[in-house]
Each structure stands twice: as C-alpha cells, then as structure tokens.
C-alpha cells in the first residue's frame, strides 16, 4: 500500500522561508515525478512545482525565483524550500506522486500541510 506524507509547514512570518518534506513509501514500481500542490478555501488545487526522476523541475509563476524543489530518489522524497514567503502563500500544501506501473500509472495524494504565513 502506497502512503504519502508530508511534513513541515506550520505559522510562519512574511518574509520567511518554509521547508516541506514529502516521503513515498510501498512504491513497488517506478516512481515517476512528484509534485507539490497547494489549495485554499474556495479556490481550485494549484500546482506548485514539479521534479522528475531525473530531477527536472518546473515551478508556477507564483513560486518561480522563491522556491527550489529537490529530490532524492533514495529516499523517494522530495523537499520544497520557499523563501520571500507572502500572505498568499497560505494554503494546505499537498505532495502527488506517479507510480509506473508496467501498463498505465497510479497516482497517489497525501493528506496535506497547512502553511500559514501570518505576522
């Protein structure tokens, strides 16, 4: 069974910086990209940013130049470090994985990590 789980997050003040963890574990297949999320309240889930196996990355425009995804596929974990952190960084952040299977994909969620950047 494929567990997700993220950890870090929490209150945090403008102008900081957030590291997220994402750990992917009864992977038995390949594991694909893997990806961070975010949602708030009344507002559609967001791609964050993204990180192949091979490790490349793509960042939305909100994010891009503030966050640095990274990747070690040892551990099928991924990290996202954020800087210059704004208000509207607020959100449940969410870690989505691809598993290759040896016909089609799976893709799994995990239960998320409140963010929360307030003074």
């Known amino acids: 069974q494929v567990q997700v789980v993220e950890s870090g997050g929490g209150l945090l003040q403008p102008g900081g910086s957030l590291r997220l963890s994402c750990a992917a574990s009864?992977?038995?297949?390949?594991?694909?990209?893997m990806m961070w999320w975010r949602q708030t309240p009344g507002k559609q889930r967001e791609l964050v940013a993204s990180?192949?196996?091979?490790?490349?990355?793509n960042y939305s425009e909100d994010v891009k130049g503030r966050a640095t995804i990274s990747r070690d596929n040892a551990k099928n974990t991924i990290y996202l470090q954020m800087n210059s952190l704004k208000s509207e960084d607020t959100a449940i952040y969410y870690c989505?994985?691809?598993?290759?299977?040896?016909?089609?994909?799976?893709?799994?969620w995990g239960q998320g990590t409140q963010v929360t950047v307030s003074s």
């Open positions: 989505k994985v691809i598993e290759f299977r040896g016909v089609g994909m799976n893709e799994y």
């Open positions: 990180i192949t196996s091979s490790g490349n990355s």
């Open positions: 009864g992977i038995r297949f390949r594991l694909g990209s």
